[in-house]
C-alpha cells in the first residue's frame, strides 16, 4: 500500500472517478476514461479489482504505487495490476487517460490472451507506441455504460480495444521506477529529494535537513531500500530529466539543472542507467 507523506500546502486532493461507470468486463474488456487535473492536485488513494494503464497524454504526473513511485510525461503509460492501492498526484497540468482492462483470476498479462507472464503482475513503466497513442485518442471517453449503447459504438470499442492489448503486449518496458522506504524519516528524506533532486549532491546534504548522521543515513538505505543513496538519486535524476525533456529543454540544459559537470557526464549516466543513448530514450513521442 502506499503510505502517503503529509500533503505539501497548497495541494488540493480529489477523489477517484467513480470506477463502476467504466469497469471493464469479459463482454467489454477494454474501457477508457479521460481526466484533466490542473497542476498541485492528488486523486486520493484507491485501487481496483481489474488491472490499469495510466497514459498521460499531456502534461507530467507522478504515481504511486505499492512501493514505488513513477514520474510519468507524456506518453508514457505506467501498468498497475488489480488490487494495488494507488495515489496520482499532478506536476504539471495534465490530460490522464486510462485504460481499465478486464483480466481472467489466472492471467497477469494485459487481457486475456497471449503475452502474459510474471513481469506483469508488478507496476511497470511502458513505451506508448504511435499505433497504441493514436487507439487511446480515437477510443470514446464518453461511453460509460450509463445508458444502452448502439451496437456499432460498441463493435468499434472491442477493435479498437484488440488493437490496444495487442500494443501493450508488445510495448518496450522502461527502466523508471523510484522504490521508497517505510521509515518515516528516510521516506521524509526520499521525497524531499523526489521534489527537487538537485538541491544537494551529496548525502551529507541531504542528511543535515533531517538531522540525522550521514551513517545512519546510509546504514537506513541499505536496510530499507537495499541500495546506496547514489543509485538511488540517480534514478530520481533521470526521470526528472525524462520530465524536462518532454517540456523540449536541450539535453545541455537539463544536465546543468540537475547539477552534472558536462552534457557528457549526464549521457555516461543516462547509458549505464537505461542503455540507450540520451537521443533515443528522451527522443519526442
Known amino acids: 500500500m502506499p503510505r502517503s507523506s503529509p ?6 486532493a480529489v477523489p477517484p472517478v467513480d470506477p463502476q461507470r467504466f469497469r471493464p468486463t469479459r463482454q467489454r474488456p477494454v474501457r477508457v476514461k479521460l481526466r484533466r487535473l490542473g497542476p498541485d492536485t492528488e486523486i486520493l488513494p484507491h485501487s481496483h479489482p481489474w488491472a ?10 507522478r504515481i504511486t504505487a505499492g512501493d514505488h513511485t513513477y514520474l510519468v510525461p ?11 492501492e494507488h495515489v496520482v498526484t499532478v506536476l504539471e497540468q495534465a490530460e490522464l487517460r486510462t485504460l481499465y482492462i478486464h483480466q481472467e483470476p489466472d492471467r497477469p498479462g ?17 513505451e506508448v507506441s504511435s499505433l497504441l497513442r493514436e487507439l487511446v485518442l480515437q477510443m470514446d471517453v464518453t461511453m460509460d455504460g ?32 523510484i522504490e521508497l522506504p517505510r521509515d ?16 544537494h549532491a551529496s548525502l551529507e ?32 535524476l533521470l526521470a526528472h530529466a525524462l520530465r524536462l525533456a518532454a517540456q523540449g529543454r536541450p539535453m545541455a ?25 540520451p537521443s533515443r530514450f528522451f527522443a519526442p513521442r
Open 7 to 12: 500533503r505539501p500546502r497548497g495541494r488540493s
Open 52 to 61: 490499469q494503464v495510466a497514459i498521460s497524454i499531456s502534461g507530467v504526473a
Open 74 to 84: 507524456a506518453w508514457r503509460a505506467v501498468w498497475i495490476p488489480p488490487g494495488i
Open 110 to 126: 494485459p487481457g486475456v490472451a497471449r503475452g502474459d507472464s510474471a513481469a506483469w503482475r508488478s507496476c511497470r513503466v511502458l
Open 146 to 177: 450509463a445508458s444502452a449503447l448502439p451496437a456499432a459504438a460498441l463493435e468499434r470499442e472491442a477493435r479498437l480495444g484488440e488493437l490496444a492489448l495487442d500494443e501493450l503486449r508488445r510495448a518496450a518496458p522502461v527502466r523508471l521506477g
Open 184 to 199: 518515516k524519516r528516510l521516506r521524509a528524506l526520499c521525497e524531499a529529494v523526489l521534489r527537487n533532486p538537485s538541491r
Open 205 to 236: 546534504g541531504w542528511a543535515r535537513e533531517t538531522a540525522a548522521s550521514p551513517r545512519t543515513v546510509a546504514r537506513l538505505f541499505r536496510q530499507q531500500l537495499d541500495t546506496s543513496f547514489g543509485p538511488w538519486r540517480q534514478q530520481v
Open 253 to 277: 540544459l537539463i544536465a546543468a539543472d540537475l547539477g552534472y559537470a558536462s552534457p557528457s557526464a549526464f549521457s555516461a549516466m543516462v547509458r549505464r542507467a537505461v542503455g540507450q543513448p
